[in-house]
């Protein structure tokens, strides 16, 4: 009785079974109430018959009557006797002592005894007290002081509520053995699925994250639990993998600043006591600080988007608005870098979102593309194109500087990940990540593509549903 199973078995059997009780006991004492309306109906109008004849032909006519009647195959009770109660016709021997002393119906049934039926009449020739064989009937006096009895024995009633009570007893049976099967198959079999998706968290809290629980065809709300949690299993095991990234890449690509910091404090530390050599130690390590903490800025920013939530407020934007701001802050950046730039816009593209983390995430791809294009190709160019396909508002930023190989285009996206060897060019390796983590954040997505030549950035924003 400790499992749900057996606890909801026994609550369901005994629900059941005091609402079959209640329903039995009620179709029986209804049933029994139309009988005993049936037979009394019948009495009346037997007594009637029967009266009618003593006044058609006296009492001579009424005993012939009662007579034929009393032989009749399941017949009722016929009793015709004199003043003083003797039997002077009829089916019926004996009677229980007092039923024919008031006339009207009898006030609850009595026993009686039909002739041949043996001795078990009271000593001495009495009425019986007791037999096999109980009776309602209505005594009538007739105008000569005569009595006139007609009943009707009760077996029939009786044997319907026994019937009734067997049918109780033997369905509270199969409702028992019912409930014990479904126990059995059904509840066992539930059981052992809890067991195992037990047994499956115990191994993932034990340490195995790759664990997932089991998911038979049944498609049952058993499945569908086991495919929620495992889908949050995958997403848990995602953030984990992602949080060890971090902590080696931060491990790895923060000591190098780090050692520079130290570095130049010891070298203004060990040169001459000169004021000029302290203030441009002071400034570059200002300057790298700086770095660092737009490096730890943009982690704390695509670790709280890729959680799936985000303090950001959102609301309905232009995006041809923010190509247009983002392109005339890079063009003297680009003019400067010795690299071409253009942008195509058509009209108004709305959608849902915050304007500050898009132009931020078209920032960092545009300053990408300039900074990997300028002195790689001989007319370096960038192109920015905003545009409506379908249900999707498409920025994309293509170059045609050296691109990024096929195989690597997967791996740029995560963090830190940096494809130059050398890493002499500036960076932290988190632009395209960051940009992906607030596409993300949009409901959106970006794709890498080859420009031939170069690299074709593309974020796809779902565009707003109160856009033309």
């Given amino acids: 009785m400790k499992t749900t199973a057996a606890r909801l078995s026994a609550l369901y059997l005994l629900l059941f079974g005091a609402f079959a009780i209640v329903l039995v006991f009620y179709m029986a004492s209804v049933s029994v109430r139309i009988l005993a309306g049936q037979t009394q109906e019948t009495i009346n109008e037997e007594t009637s018959s029967l009266v009618r004849a003593y006044e058609r032909g006296g009492l001579l006519f009424l005993v012939r009557v009662v007579e034929q009647r009393a032989r009749q195959p399941g017949a009722n009770l016929y009793l015709v006797a004199d003043a003083n109660g003797r039997i002077l016709s009829g089916n019926v021997e004996s009677l229980q002592l007092g039923v024919l002393d008031a006339a009207g119906w009898t006030e609850r049934p009595f026993f009686y005894q039909r002739y041949g039926e043996g001795d ?263 192109t920015v194109s905003a545009s409506r396909s379908g249900g999707e508002v498409r920025v994309s930023i293509a170059d045609n500087g050296p691109g990024i190989p096929a195989e690597d285009r997967q791996r740029a996206t995560e963090r830190f990940v940096r494809l130059e060897k050398s890493r002499s060019r500036p960076g932290s390796g988190l632009g395209l990540s960051l940009a992906k983590a607030i596409m993300t954040f949009h409901g959106g997505r970006i794709e890498l593509e080859d420009a031939m030549p170069g690299l074709k950035v593309t974020m796809v924003f779902p565009a707003s549903r109160s856009a033309a």
Avoid: C
Avoid at 171 to 200: C, H, K, N, P
Avoid at 216 to 240: H, K, P
Avoid at 289 to 295: A, E, G, P
Avoid at 355 to 364: D, K, W
């Fill in 120 to 382: 078990s009449a009271a000593p001495g020739g009495g009425a019986p007290t007791t037999g096999p064989h109980e009776a309602i009937a209505l005594v009538m006096r007739l105008p000569n002081g005569m009595i006139l009895l007609v009943g009707r024995d009760l077996g029939e009633p009786e044997r319907f509520r026994q019937a009734v009570q067997r049918a109780l007893i033997l369905s509270l049976g199969f409702m028992g053995l019912g409930a014990f099967l479904i126990w059995f198959f059904v509840g066992r079999t539930a059981l052992r699925r809890i067991d195992s998706v037990s047994e499956a968290s115990a191994r993932i809290m034990g340490g195995d994250l790759s664990g997932r629980l089991p998911v038979t065809e049944a498609g049952d709300e058993f499945d569908r639990l086991s495919e929620n949690l495992n889908t949050m299993l995958s997403r848990i095991a995602v953030l984990n993998e992602g949080l060890k990234q971090v902590s080696d890449n931060i491990a790895h690509d923060l000591k190098t600043p780090l050692t520079r910091l130290r570095s130049r404090a010891e070298a203004a530390l060990a040169g001459a006591a000169d004021i000029d050599d302290y203030r441009d130690a002071l400034q570059a390590t200002i300057s790298e600080s700086d770095q660092l903490i737009r490096t730890f800025n943009a982690i704390l920013m695509i670790s709280r988007f890729e959680a799936g939530y985000s303090a950001e407020s959102t609301e309905s934007l232009d995006l041809a608005a923010v190509v247009a701001d983002v392109v005339d802050l890079y063009e003297p950046v680009a003019e400067e870098s010795g690299v071409a730039m253009e942008a195509h816009a058509d009209g108004q593209l709305l959608v849902s979102g915050n304007r500050e983390l898009a132009a931020q995430a078209l920032s960092n791809l545009v300053d990408n593309a300039i900074k990997y294009t300028a002195g790689q190709v001989e007319s370096p160019q960038v």
